[in-house]
């Protein structure tokens, strides 16, 4: 089975960004690590980032195509997109949603995801370990 990995936007600056709250790796480095755990799972993965919510809507609809099932950190789109949700909603696979860091330990702004009602669960807090998380969860929801 094969999982689309979405990442949204800034996530492309890991490493540099903030390092603070999301930690030293890279986005190299995470996809490196959901390689290894999709393998360990017998999933696939393809691995995605983007700096636009319509590039990223554009996946979500192809994907019902493509894969099946979908981890996703939307970034900051987490907490304003309604576009991204409605994609996630008529894809009609699994989702699961990604934090790297505990979004209900910072600003009142990151408290609300659009993406949460429309995911199968959600993750935050556990850095890139998260990721690990939710392709292990994904391979138990798609046996
Ligand atoms: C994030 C949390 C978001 O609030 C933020 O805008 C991000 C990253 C995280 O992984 O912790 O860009 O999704």
Same mark, same amino acid.
Not at 123 to 132: P, S, V
């Given at each position: 089975?094969?999982?689309? *990995?979405?990442?949204?936007? !800034?996530?492309?600056?890991?490493?540099? &960004?903030?390092?603070?709250?999301?930690?030293?790796?890279?986005?190299?480095?995470?996809?490196?690590?959901? +390689?290894?755990?999709? +393998?360990?799972?017998?999933?696939?993965?393809?691995?995605?980032?983007? !700096?636009?919510?319509?590039?990223?809507?554009?996946?979500? #609809? #192809? /994907?019902?195509?493509? %894969?099946? +099932?979908?981890?996703?950190?939307?970034?900051?789109?987490?907490?304003?997109?309604?576009?991204?949700?409605? %994609?996630?909603? /008529?894809?009609?696979?699994?989702? %699961?949603?990604?934090?790297?860091?505990?979004?209900? #330990?910072?600003?009142?702004?990151?408290?609300?995801?659009? *993406?949460?009602?429309?995911?199968?669960?959600?993750?935050?807090?556990?850095?890139?370990?998260?990721? &690990?998380?939710?392709?292990?969860?994904?391979?138990?929801?798609?046996?």
């Amino acid at each position: 089975k094969r999982v689309l *990995v979405l990442n949204g936007p !800034n996530l492309n600056m890991l490493g540099v &960004r903030e390092p603070d709250i999301y930690g030293a790796l890279t986005l190299k480095d995470i996809e490196a690590l959901c +390689a290894e755990t999709a +393998a360990e799972v017998g999933l696939s993965v393809d691995f995605r980032q983007s !700096n636009h919510e319509g590039e990223l809507v554009t996946w979500i #609809q #192809q /994907a019902r195509e493509s %894969a099946d +099932a979908i981890l996703i950190n939307p970034a900051a789109y987490s907490h304003t997109s309604v576009a991204i949700h409605d %994609a996630l909603k /008529a894809a009609g696979l699994p989702v %699961a949603e990604v934090h790297l860091s505990n979004i209900h #330990q910072r600003e009142a702004f990151r408290h609300h995801s659009y *993406v949460s009602a429309v995911a199968f669960g959600v993750i935050c807090g556990f850095g890139a370990t998260g990721y &690990r998380m939710a392709l292990t969860a994904l391979a138990e929801r798609l046996k």
